[in-house]
């Protein structure tokens, strides 16, 4: 009995513990369902889709939300979101429902639909940006009327077994659950209206749901040694070296090689460490009271670029940025008293694009520090990244005993050169 309890413990652990982030503790996407109105047969109601993620946004092709009716429910009409599958509606006779399933999928409309399709927040293809990089951009919307389904607050059945795709594995929906109404503002903000009812489902993302491989790597360099520390070999699995590309090859030049899959399959440059990604960390320069470090990121995926991509360090001399140039930055601090994460992202219209593998697939800028005294130091590491995430996944480093070391000469013993001064200059007396 013992043992049986021990196993549902550990099961009732993990999920959540797989979904936990320490650089984003608060991170979640929420979907609240607000009813604006009821009808003879069901309810008109508002769903959004709130991105609460610091760093980790939804990119091309977007969010696909699917979930199942408690009853025998259909949805009559959408507006600014469709459902992939119609479905079985034969029963029906005059109006037919946009979808009779007993589980929809609900996409995002494309930009440029015609106007009376679209809603507040729709239309963006799924894509959603980050919170703390564009809260504006990291809502998505649309309109759903009911039918079949109860009319009162008393006889309505919440939704269940909610799956989010963003815009693939990797979220965990919990199940919807009815909180206090949604309050709204009239125009001239002199006036509260508030919704008739409203629920609320939280999903929250794991990378090891997502991936078994890691996405991304980290290389390091520094300029008081010459050894570069490369990612390591297969750090994002080689399942794809033998479909790779060499980067000088015909096949590289090849025309429709960006072009993307359905499946969004990859298709690599050929390298030791077969990532999507590299992140490089070059130790550039260690002045009096500053330094500087040089921070390259690099596509090596033929069939995708990256629109709005984020880089998140945690390092601790971050609580000291005095510049970083090329890209814009923004401190993390999901915990108040420790500021040693920060958040790296290209600036609008300038190269907030990270374009396919080739020659302009890279981006990088520089990052001035100021030193804290009794920190700074060049020893043992101390100058390169604790943790590295890409787009919001962990990023693999090198092992520490591979990092960029200072010479000998840079740290030798101060005793023993007085030592070695004192004995030649006993020697230089006692020639004369």
């Not at 977007?62 to 029963?91: F, H, I, N, P, R």
């Not at 029906?92 to 979808?99: A, D, E, R, Y």
Request: with cysteine; glycine share 6%.
């Amino acid at each position: 009995m013992k043992f049986i309890f021990l196993i549902a413990l550990v099961f009732m652990i993990v999920p959540h513990a797989a979904a936990y982030d320490p650089l984003d503790p608060n991170g979640n996407i929420t979907i609240k369902w607000d009813v604006m109105s009821w009808t003879p047969d069901g309810y008109v109601a508002t769903v959004t889709m709130s991105n609460f993620q610091m760093y980790r946004h939804i990119i091309s092709p977007g969010w696909t939300l699917s979930w199942s009716w408690a009853k025998k429910e259909v949805l009559w009409s959408m507006v600014g979101a469709q459902t992939t599958e119609q479905g079985d509606c034969s029963k029906f006779k005059g109006n037919i429902p946009h979808c009779c399933k007993k589980t929809p999928t609900v996409v995002d409309l494309l930009p440029g639909v015609p106007y009376n399709q679209q809603f507040s927040n729709c239309c963006k293809g799924g894509v959603m940006a980050a919170w703390g990089q564009d809260p504006t951009a990291s809502v998505s919307a649309f309109q759903v009327s009911v039918g079949l389904a109860g009319t009162s607050n008393k006889t309505v059945k919440l939704p269940k077994n909610f799956t989010l795709l963003g815009p693939g594995p990797g979220y965990t929906c919990g199940p919807a659950k009815v909180v206090p109404s949604t309050v709204f503002l009239t125009p001239d903000r002199r006036r509260k209206t508030q919704a008739l009812m409203t629920w609320n489902v939280t999903c929250t993302y794991s990378q090891f749901l997502a991936s078994k491989n890691p996405t991304c790597c980290v290389s390091f360099s520094s300029f008081y040694n010459e050894t570069i520390t490369p990612c390591p070999t297969c750090a994002c699995g080689c399942q794809n070296k033998n479909s790779c590309v060499k980067s000088n090859s015909k096949e590289s030049h090849k025309k429709g090689i960006n072009t993307p899959k359905k499946d969004n399959t990859p298709l690599l440059q050929c390298t030791h460490h077969m990532c999507p990604i590299r992140v490089h960390w070059h130790v550039k320069v260690n002045y009096r009271d500053y330094w500087r470090a040089k921070v390259a990121v690099t596509n090596f995926n033929y069939r995708m670029n990256y629109t709005e991509w984020t880089l998140v360090v945690q390092h601790p001399n971050l609580n000291n940025v005095t510049q970083v140039f090329s890209f814009d930055y923004k401190p993390l601090v999901p915990y108040e008293s420790i500021n040693d994460t920060g958040m790296f992202y290209g600036m609008k219209f300038y190269n907030d694009l990270l374009m396919e593998a080739g020659p302009f697939g890279n981006v990088q800028s520089e990052v001035l520090l100021q030193k804290d005294k009794n920190t700074f130091s060049l020893k043992q590491g101390w100058a390169f990244p604790r943790k590295v995430y890409f787009n919001g996944d962990e990023c693999m480093l090198p092992p520490p005993d591979t990092y960029p070391y200072l010479p000998n000469s840079a740290y030798a013993n101060p005793t023993s050169i007085l030592s070695m001064a004192a004995s030649l200059l006993l020697i230089l007396l006692s020639m004369g």
